[in-house]
């Protein structure tokens, strides 16, 4: 969201889900929609029966490729590159928006000049995506009155992840893609309220809606709400933490419904760095890999045990009710912070998450006019200022938070990690479409459907190593080392893999890198060197 926050002024999916269906072009970079957000993704292959033409920007081959227009197979970590070869063709083609880049955004001259290396040649140089597939892209883009931009992790977890986001945000302001209905950047969000969590304020430099810990204003306000003193400096951010645990800066750790020990990059240095605290509190619905380092566990309750609200990704607000009482000792989040809070000497006491609910509106401006009752029904989309406001279904239109949108020349930066002769494949990692996260693997009917990892490895590699689908294979990287079964498919081109990083059997983050991008600190999954070794 911080390339977002920097180009537009605020960090959100600009329009709607429902407008999908009605887009003329979808440019779908770095999302494995069908498999990650499947309800998405078959309202893209519905635009697509309907008409709409697909530019898909992935290295593998995803089920969205079968429906495409365009496909351009890039190479991993090279997006900044490939938009800066997009946005070149536009502007050498005279295909932008005037009349949208003087009256709404600044910084178009310096974009210019950086572009003005990035021509198609060169950027397939880099990509591996042929000259001429990009400038058929690029004209495509620009010249559709209704085109979206769709993109996930695999455009964030880069350590230019920040960089290629506010390059998405280039392309559609230089084009007029963007403050309108059926056009906008959108991005479609890692995890189930995510969105949420990050309008209430858990960043380390905001308070809920965005408002910064620096400001004295809000600040007080928030101060005057909480009855406390609140710090000015903003709070540091997970690869820090995990350092500072590594270096016995940081003494203790709470953990809520999180497995950093499993899912962060890295987990040999993740798990020293856990095991160095003097004290961690896991809150969870299972004994994760990260609760066996606990000193205490907490039971939380799952979402269909406890009252709320979920924000969508299309910053949809809906009401989550209780389907069952909580198991055992498990209790919904909120009641264990109050009492630990009150136990720590600063008293919390609310009767229900409505009542929390009413807060979070008060203090928001952005939900300042939802309640409980005007979320029955299908919820309100933020912002939503007031009790009459019936919630807003796309974005800037007319302006952007920040005034005008900031148009800046970015240079394209390799990855953190490039491969050599001792790892000469590239490893990406992603999701599959039967699991999510790591907590689905304790559901016996997903379970079913793929109980074991694999590793999908191009033909021309499995030759190479002698290896069939089914085979193991000892996957290496400057980190660590794992085991882990193989597919032989052409959904990878030569001297690319792919694993998932939902097993702890084949803990895929012990060979991952972390690298981060330097704003947002989010880390480079998406591409780490590797070699394989055939076991036995």
């Not at 559609?172 to 209430?200: W, Y």
């Not at 304020?201 to 709400?225: C, I, N, S």
């Not at 600063?346 to 929390?356: A, L, R």
């Amino acid at each position: 969201m911080a390339g977002l926050a920097i180009a537009f002024g605020s960090g959100a999916m600009t329009n709607s889900i429902a407008e999908i269906e009605h887009n003329d072009v979808l440019l779908i970079i770095g999302s494995n929609t069908t498999e990650a957000h499947p309800v998405i993704g078959q309202k893209m292959k519905q635009a697509a029966r309907r008409g709409a033409k697909l530019i898909v920007v992935d290295p593998r081959r995803i089920e969205l490729v079968e429906h495409a227009y365009l496909w351009l197979p890039i190479r991993p970590g090279t997006n900044v590159a490939l938009i800066n070869g997009l946005i070149h063709v536009i502007i050498k083609e005279g295909l932008v928006d005037r009349k949208f880049i003087e009256e709404r955004t600044e910084g178009f001259a310096n974009l210019a000049a950086v572009v003005e290396n990035y021509p198609p040649e060169r950027v397939e140089e880099i990509t591996g995506v042929p000259a001429e597939k990009i400038r058929a892209a690029a004209r495509l883009y620009a010249t559709t009155e209704r085109a979206g931009i769709y993109y996930t992790l695999g455009i964030t977890e880069h350590t230019s992840g920040t960089d290629n986001v506010m390059n998405l945000a280039n392309l559609a302001m230089i084009t007029g893609h963007v403050g309108k209905e059926f056009s906008g950047v959108n991005p479609l969000r890692g995890q189930n309220n995510v969105q949420g969590a990050c309008d209430m304020g858990a960043l380390p430099d905001v308070f809920p809606g965005y408002q910064k810990v620096a400001d004295p204003t809000v600040r007080e306000r928030f101060a005057a709400a909480w009855n406390c003193q609140l710090d000015a400096v903003p709070g540091l951010r997970i690869p820090e933490m995990i350092d500072l645990a590594a270096e016995g800066y940081i003494k203790a750790m709470y953990v809520m419904g999180e497995d950093p020990a499993l899912t962060d990059p890295d987990i040999t240095h993740v798990r020293k760095a856990l095991a160095n605290l003097e004290f961690l509190v896991v809150q969870d619905l299972f004994i994760s890999e990260t609760a066996k380092f606990a000193d205490v566990v907490l039971p939380g309750a799952s979402f269909l045990e406890k009252d709320g609200t979920f924000t969508s990704t299309e910053r949809r607000v809906q009401r989550v009710r209780r389907a069952l009482k909580p198991r055992g000792d498990s209790r919904p989040d909120w009641q264990i912070i109050c009492d630990l809070a009150t136990r720590m000497g600063y008293p919390m006491h609310y009767d229900s998450p409505e009542q929390i609910f009413a807060e979070m509106a008060g203090l928001t401006p952005s939900y300042a006019g939802m309640s409980y009752a005007r979320l029955e029904g299908d919820g309100l989309q933020w912002p939503c200022p007031a009790p009459d406001h019936p919630g807003t279904k796309f974005l800037h239109a007319g302006s952007f938070p920040r005034g005008k949108g900031l148009l800046q020349g970015i240079e394209y930066r390799p990855p953190a990690e490039l491969t050599d002769e001792d790892y000469p494949i590239l490893m990406t990692t992603g999701r599959m479409l039967y699991h999510y996260g790591v907590t689905t693997r304790h559901s016996p009917s997903l379970e079913s459907f793929r109980p074991e990892e694999y590793a999908e490895i191009n033909p021309v590699q499995a030759a190479k190593l002698g290896v069939q689908t089914g085979d193991k294979v000892t996957v290496v990287s400057r980190r660590g080392r794992l085991v882990t079964k193989v597919k032989v498919t052409d959904r990878v081109p030569p001297g690319i893999m792919f694993m998932t990083y939902h097993y702890k059997e084949s803990p895929v983050n012990i060979l991952t890198n972390a690298a981060f991008d330097p704003i947002a600190k989010t880390a480079e999954y998406k591409v780490t060197a590797v070699r394989l070794e055939p076991v036995g």
